[in-house]
């Protein structure tokens, strides 16, 4: 241990090496782990068994009439028409869905809004998004009332309830009836900074009678969201004179969504973690390095120590400790950091420590101390001690 | 009585083929217990590497060595570190404490490789110090002491065990001649109360003080 406190800054650098190794691994996966969470998260948000269904938009509107059936853009007639309880038994609600961003204008205030949704009711279920305050507008309503989400809310009102009040999108006068509950800010995107207005409302005023962003439908259970894919298909190619093979639709399970996700997340963080193990590994061959240094420059005192009786287990077992207790030590420290370093959000992403990821990190510096500190142990101790003491 | 060291056509050869060194040409000795014995010759004789295979720090290359009766080429690594710590004390020239250790502490490391308990490890250790007049430096550091306090405290590491043979290789070499006569009446007194000591030495005054004068010239016996 003596040999350890004798040359303070060289036990220094090689605890920080090993410190940085662990840190870096457990602080990687953590990140890692937490982009994963926060993906996950986003997803589910939307609601498991919700099928998002994509026209073909690009098609739309370039030709007129007879062409536009078959075009594979969205219309509420196809909406309507998967309300069908015989054609599509296991939707329960289906939501056409038209998206746009617009400028929100209260008084002398203005914000812009990335997402006004125009749709029916049956989205909020569908998203698993729920109303905190008001009310929600009717299936089929008209009117020009808008629900705002709370980024909106704060931004244009502040503290005020706009209850009643009035604000302009997009030039238009829309009436606020309710305020949305917030919604974690999971993923890239601010899920609070949105506002819900009625479909009929918005194609009217600002958007016009275009296609349909996408239609939202509900199954009936997780289970079932398979069987309504495929009704939904049906439905809507039939209506285009399309085939399955050739279909201008697309289909959007979350669930599907969410495995690919969370697979891409996982390579993500196996990846962070092996470039974590190489600074380990590098780590590791720091105190390999300095052990063999300081069994060089203690040749003497060990050719001392067994002319003295030193049996061979003592001199191995001295150096062993000095190896295990540098890694010990900075694989404590690593793991302190990295816990400290966890409790801040990165780029967006709030790490999530794995446990197992600390149990590693530590059990793999103290075999790093004890695999590269045995060879340096060993060579001392299997010395001769009169080579030891001729040393110079 | 069974002789301390018992020596018989010793050879130890460094090398091999055409480079080969002869340091050690079958030498047989015998030194009895309580005796005193000094080695002369001049440098390249080979009595340093005599000392270090009676000291078991160096293996002969032919022939026998039985210490106080043990046979010490039948014995493995670790039983030849027992003998090394219970049997035999080594003073060297260059005094080789271990540095940044305290007088005391130098003196108790021996005894911990014994597994002696602590307490009595302190105790033998104050005992050993006393015995070569240092009572009064047992905190100092090696670099505290001058030569002649270092190689006091290096003797009192060697006798602390109770060796049967004390090995003493040019233990005044390095010391001024005030601090010489102060390490050689240590030596002395210690002879007194029954050690065993072989010394080496190119000084005729310091081979005065023994009972036994051995002269090694290429490494034979003269």
Redesign the interface.
């Given at each position: 241990m003596?040999g350890l406190t004798?040359n303070k800054l060289r036990s220094g650098l090689t605890v920080l090496g090993i410190l940085i190794g662990v840190g870096a691994v457990i602080m990687l996966v953590a990140y890692g782990n937490g982009s994963a969470k926060a993906v996950q998260a986003g997803i589910e948000s939307l609601g498991s068994n919700t099928l998002t269904v994509q026209g073909n938009r690009s098609a739309g509107g370039r030709s007129a009439t007879a062409a536009q059936t078959s075009s594979g853009e969205l219309t509420l007639a196809d909406a309507e028409s998967l309300l069908d309880k015989a054609l599509v038994p296991d939707a329960v609600s289906v939501s056409p869905v038209v998206t746009t961003a617009l400028t929100a204008v209260r008084e002398s205030t203005s914000h812009a809004v990335p997402q006004v949704i125009g749709t029916e009711p049956g989205y909020l279920a569908a998203t698993n998004t729920k109303l905190e305050s008001g009310e929600l507008f009717g299936v089929g309503d008209t009117r020009r009332v808008a629900v705002l989400g709370q980024t909106v809310t704060s931004e244009l009102f502040g503290r005020i309830s706009p209850l009643g009040q009035t604000v302009t999108l997009g030039g238009v006068r829309f009436t606020v009836t309710g305020v949305l509950a917030a919604k974690d800010t999971a993923g890239f995107s601010d899920p609070n900074d949105t506002v819900i207005v009625p479909v009929a409302a918005l194609r009217e005023s600002v958007t016009g009678y275009g296609g349909l962003s996408s239609i939202l439908v509900r199954a009936t259970s997780a289970e079932t969201t398979d069987l309504a894919q495929a009704e939904v298909l049906n439905v809507l190619n039939a209506r285009h004179h399309a085939t399955a093979a050739n279909s201008p639709f697309r289909v959007q399970n979350q669930a599907q969504l969410l495995a690919t996700r969370t697979a891409t997340a996982d390579t993500f963080t196996f990846l962070l973690g092996a470039v974590a193990a190489i600074s380990l590994l590098v780590g590791g061959i720091g105190v390999t390095n300095i052990m063999l240094v300081t069994v060089t420059e203690r040749t003497?005192?060990i050719?001392?120590?067994?002319?003295?009786?030193?049996?061979?287990?003592?001199i191995l077992g001295q150096f062993l400790l000095e190896a295990t207790v540098l890694s010990l030590v900075g694989g404590g420290l690593g793991v302190l950091v990295a816990l400290v370093g966890a409790t801040f959000t990165i780029g967006g992403v709030q790490p999530v420590v794995v446990p197992s990821s600390v149990a590693l990190a530590l059990g793999v510096s103290v075999a790093i101390g004890l695999f590269f500190g045995s060879f340096p142990a060993h060579r001392a101790a299997s010395m001769?001690?009169?080579d030891a003491?001729r040393y110079e | 009585m069974r002789p301390v060291i018992a020596v018989r056509d010793l050879t130890k050869v460094y090398g091999a083929g055409e480079t080969a060194v002869h340091a050690l040409r079958g030498v047989s000795l015998t030194v009895g217990r309580g005796e005193y014995v000094a080695v002369m010759g001049s440098s390249g004789s080979g009595k340093s590497t005599l000392m270090h295979v009676l000291g078991c720090l160096d293996t002969p290359t032919s022939g026998s060595y039985h210490l106080d009766g043990i046979d010490v080429a039948e014995l493995d690594d670790d039983s030849q570190a027992l003998v090394r710590n219970r049997r035999i004390g080594f003073v060297f020239q260059a005094f080789n404490l271990i540095p940044r250790r305290t007088a005391l502490a130098q003196v108790e490391l021996p005894l911990t490789y014994a597994r002696v308990p602590r307490r009595a490890r302190r105790e033998r250790a104050l005992a050993a110090l006393e015995t070569v007049g240092l009572s009064d430096r047992l905190d100092h550091l090696p670099n505290e002491l001058s030569g002649g306090q270092q190689q006091r405290v290096a003797i009192a590491r060697a006798l602390v065990t109770e060796p049967a043979l004390l090995l003493a290789d040019e233990p005044t070499g390095n010391l001024d001649s005030h601090s010489t006569d102060d390490v050689l009446d240590v030596l002395d007194g210690l002879n007194k109360k029954g050690v065993t000591i072989a010394l080496i030495t190119h000084e005729d005054h310091v081979a005065a003080r023994a009972h036994r004068v051995i002269r090694l010239r290429d490494g034979e016996l003269a």
């Open positions: 003596r004798a003497r005192e050719g001392i120590r067994k002319a003295l009786g030193a049996p061979r287990g003592t001769r001690p009169i003491l | -």
